[in-house]
């Protein structure tokens, strides 16, 4: 098994580009989610989703969006690059997302939005 | 609402010595307890977690933590740090039921001195 892998692993954008982060699992987990990591605040979530065609917004979903047409992928959109948004970004997955089951994260993307 | 406190965001050790590194939570409802091992440009990997049943948690790599209920706290410890500890460790909460919502702390740097 690969776990969960993310693409790119670096990323430098200009203010008002858009680009996609991709995340994949060969797990066959229901849940997955996004968090950004930023200096001093330790993890927040953007988005997740408890199964395809299903998602719900976290603690910080502004700029942000997502959709879940696969089990296996949970592509994290920024329309609108933004300064605020430079961070590192980690995929997470599970079996169903209930509070007992681990989660598995992604390596990571590192995006710096100039 | 829920919250965690990691005190001290960066922890030097000598090699052998104990480690302590220390998180307390606020929870309105009985929490579950988690501790998270980020290495190097790397994803978030569980240590060890606290749901029920026995309050001192035994993890990977000899860690282990203690779910005190009187003093909200859940410090991680190791009798005799190994170099290869060196990484950036996070505490988080969750609730009890539900699809889980983690509330991360803002992460504690461990560093290990030859």
């Known amino acids: 098994n690969a776990g969960v892998t993310q693409t790119p692993k670096f990323q430098v954008l200009k203010t008002g580009q858009s680009m996609t982060l991709q995340c994949a699992q060969d797990m066959n987990h229901e849940y997955m989610s996004w968090y950004r990591q930023d200096p001093g605040m330790g993890l927040r979530l953007i988005h997740y989703?408890?199964?395809?065609?299903?998602?719900d917004q976290g603690e910080v979903p502004n700029g942000y969006n997502v959709s879940r047409s696969t089990t296996e992928d949970f592509p994290l959109r920024l329309l609108s690059a933004a300064p605020s948004q430079t961070s590192v970004y980690f995929c997470?997955?599970?079996?169903?997302?209930?509070?007992?089951?681990?989660?598995?994260f992604g390596p990571g993307t590192r995006l710096t939005v100039l | 609402a829920q919250s965690v406190t990691q005190l001290g965001s960066h922890v030097s050790v000598s090699e052998g010595a104990l480690v302590l590194l220390r998180c307390n939570y606020s929870s309105s409802v009985p929490p579950y307890l988690f501790w998270y091992v980020q290495y190097p440009n790397q994803g978030l990997q569980l240590l060890l977690k606290?749901?029920?049943?026995?309050?001192l948690v035994k993890g990977i790599n000899g860690f282990e933590a203690e779910f005190k209920k009187s003093e909200t706290s859940f410090h991680l410890t190791k009798p005799s740090a190994h170099m290869s500890d060196a990484a950036e460790y996070f505490c988080?909460?969750?609730?009890?039921?539900?699809?889980?919502?983690?509330?991360f702390g803002t992460g504690t740097r461990l560093k290990v001195l030859a």
């Open positions: 606290y749901t029920t049943g026995a309050t």
């Open positions: 997470a997955s599970s079996y169903f997302g209930q509070v007992t089951d681990t989660q598995y």
């Open positions: 989703s408890v199964g395809a065609g299903i998602t």
């Open positions: 988080a909460v969750s609730a009890t039921s539900g699809t889980y919502k983690y509330i």
